[in-house]
């Protein structure tokens, strides 16, 4: 992410969007041809690599777009990011239900998305749109940046393990089958997009101290739930109130 973040600040977010995103299509089916655990391990590096770099730089072409539109619209592009998790996973979901393998299903979300990639390169803002006159520095940071950094790390922390654990958690914990078990990240993305859509208005009425701390208090009760509560329901509705905390937190930030 920080090597991400510096050489879109040098070239332009453009192209280091495009070329992690390709490399993400290109990870997906290895991670389904590795032979052992080394090899995986491996390719699990440089697709999380590639997952990090690619998030830097099109939330960095974002920012871009935002300022030329000339009003707030970021959380909207976050909110069809979270459509995409919820396609995603009840796709995901339904290819588990009919036992079809990892390789095929990933060669085939690989292929979509980079011919989805390559199609709307040439319309992404070119590296003069974001020019801003400014260098790149390091600068020590406060103690108050600190703290938001703390807290940004959990909320990142908290994503991460709905992404990457719920389903885990659903079919190995609760036993609620393969195909089941991509609901909770389904759950996840709804909210998130639902919430996102109105984020700018929510955030300048309430104030982002007060998102924060509702924010926190609603995760909390949510991870509660979920972990408590062993029946499927409710554990979905903890996993729904995780992510509208984790949301009021990030759009504080």
């Known amino acids: 992410m920080n090597l991400s973040g510096y050489l879109a600040a040098r070239f332009g977010s453009r192209p280091v969007t ?28 440089l697709f999380g690599a590639s997952n990090g770099s690619m998030d830097v730089a099109m939330n960095a072409q974002g920012i871009a777009v935002e300022r030329q539109y000339g009003r707030p619209i970021l959380n909207s592009f976050h909110a069809c990011y979270s459509l995409g998790g919820l396609v995603g996973a009840l796709a995901g979901g339904l290819v588990a239900s009919h036992s079809i393998a990892p390789l095929p299903h990933f060669l085939g979300v690989a292929l979509f998305c980079a011919i989805l990639t390559l199609s709307v390169a040439r319309s992404l803002l070119p590296a003069e749109a974001e020019a801003q006159g400014t260098a790149v520095a390091f600068a020590r940071p406060t103690r108050a940046i600190l703290a938001l950094g703390l807290v940004a790390f959990c909320i990142v922390l908290g994503e991460g393990a709905m992404a990457d654990w719920s389903a885990i958690y659903l079919n190995g914990t609760l036993r609620t089958g393969t195909g089941l078990a991509a609901a909770g990240y389904a759950a996840f993305s709804v909210v998130m997009a639902m919430g996102r859509g109105v ?21 909390a009760i949510g991870l509660t739930l979920a972990l408590v509560v062993t029946w499927i329901p409710i554990t979905l509705l903890g996993l729904a109130w995780l992510a509208q905390g984790f949301l009021w937190c990030s759009l504080s930030r």
């Open 18 to 45: 495009v070329i992690a995103s390709m490399s993400l299509c290109l990870m997906l089916p290895l991670l389904a041809l590795a032979p052992t655990l080394p090899i995986l391990v491996g390719t699990l590096v």
């Open 199 to 219: 984020g700018d208005q929510l955030t300048a009425r309430l104030g982002p101290g007060t998102m924060m701390q509702l924010g926190g208090l609603v995760a």
